[in-house]
């Protein structure tokens, strides 16, 4: 019996991995849509850069003032990596614009450059961390905030600190790769055509933009993802099923080999929540652990483990109804045996 509840235990343990990598990322797509579908209701549209194997040309004076006017009047951000590559917190990002209002993060009254530290980055209100050679103080937390990265999909800022930026200061002394880069990275809320038409041509001398609507990015990239990873999940949650026949199965050749031990267990007294708790451990051990274990090892794996918990606790919500269940079936199984037949038969 020890023997098959190895086999089954990592029979689990090969379709937990499974299961729980492909639900991170169905997790993950369904993240990316809600946050991309922000971008919609605000009309957003962001940019493409052209792929060459030309440099682009030195930014002018120009692009500077345009990305500094249309980054103040409050319908547009961008964000990027610190360019030093000093003592600065690891998880750093640097943004410009209406950050507040696109990713709901705490309005403060506070004139940039200041921070905001995520719940989980090491750092709280009243310090200070140092980005780009500027001492940044911290003035608020980031309680339960996320943004749309639109190469990587949704990026939640619990580790994260996010220094807002003073764009006129860090354009004057930006090189012309910096400014290229937030010039690319440029997302404009409530756009017009107008809007778009300005910044294609602030850019047209330096770099070769391409505009996209956030709604482009749902329909052409997201929702494709969503359905092939929804497809993947159904098929290992599938062969999951067998996991449940296997233990079921396992208790069932228990009961079998054991049913005279048990029942003689019963007339003494033991009585079936004894026996519940017996076929229990078997379950717990062979099949419930490996799967949450094992489950929660898949996710952690997947876009650096952002959607872990949230998988691993759905997957142990679902394993502990099972788990309850299986052996409740069995032991109900066994307190409704003929007594007299079952001592009268030789298991041994």
């Known amino acids: ?24 990322m169905v997790t993950q797509s369904v993240a990316d849509i ?7 209701d605000l009309r957003a549209v962001y940019f493409v850069a052209a792929a060459t194997d030309q440099p682009p040309r030195a930014a002018s004076e120009t692009l500077r003032r345009h990305l500094v006017d249309v980054l103040t009047s409050g319908r547009a951000y961008a964000l990027r990596s610190p360019a030093d590559a000093g003592p600065q917190p690891e998880n750093t990002l640097v943004g410009y614009g209406s950050l507040a209002r696109v990713f709901q993060l705490a309005q403060v009254d506070a004139l940039p450059p200041y921070a905001l530290a995520g719940t989980a980055s090491g750092h709280r209100p009243g310090q200070s961390v140092l980005v780009d050679g500027v001492d940044v103080p911290i003035v608020a937390a980031i309680e339960d905030a996320g943004y749309l990265d639109l190469w990587m999909g949704f990026q939640p800022l619990s580790g994260t600190v996010v220094v807002v930026g003073d764009i006129e200061r860090d354009l004057a002394r930006a090189s012309d790769a910096e400014i290229h880069d937030i010039a690319a990275r440029l997302v404009i809320t409530d756009a017009t055509g107008a809007d778009i038409a300005a910044h294609l ?3 047209a001398g330096t770099t070769t933009l391409f505009p ?36 079921f199965g396992g208790l069932q050749a228990l009961v079998r080999s054991r049913r005279r031990d048990l029942v ?23 099949w419930a652990l490996p799967a949450v274990v094992f489950g929660w090892a898949g996710a952690a794996v997947v876009d650096g483990g952002h959607q872990a918990a949230t998988v691993a606790g759905r997957i142990a919500l679902v394993v502990a109804c099972v788990a309850v269940a299986i052996p409740l079936l069995a032991a109900r199984s066994v307190a409704r045996t003929d007594h007299y037949s079952a001592l009268r038969e030789s298991t041994w």
């Open 1 to 24: 019996m020890a023997g098959r509840a190895v086999l089954l235990a990592l029979h689990v343990a090969l379709l937990s991995v499974l299961v729980g990598v492909s639900a991170a």
């Open 34 to 40: 809600r946050a991309a579908s922000r971008l919609v």
């Open 201 to 203: 041509t602030a850019t």
């Open 212 to 247: 996209r609507w956030a709604g482009d990015k749902i329909s052409l990239d997201y929702e494709p993802e969503l359905r092939g990873r929804t497809a993947f999940l159904g098929v290992f949650l599938a062969g999951a099923l067998t996991t449940v026949v296997g233990a």
């Open 264 to 286: 003689v267990h019963i007339a003494l007294g033991a009585g079936t929540p004894h026996l519940y708790v017996r076929l229990l451990t078997f379950v717990v051990f062979a």
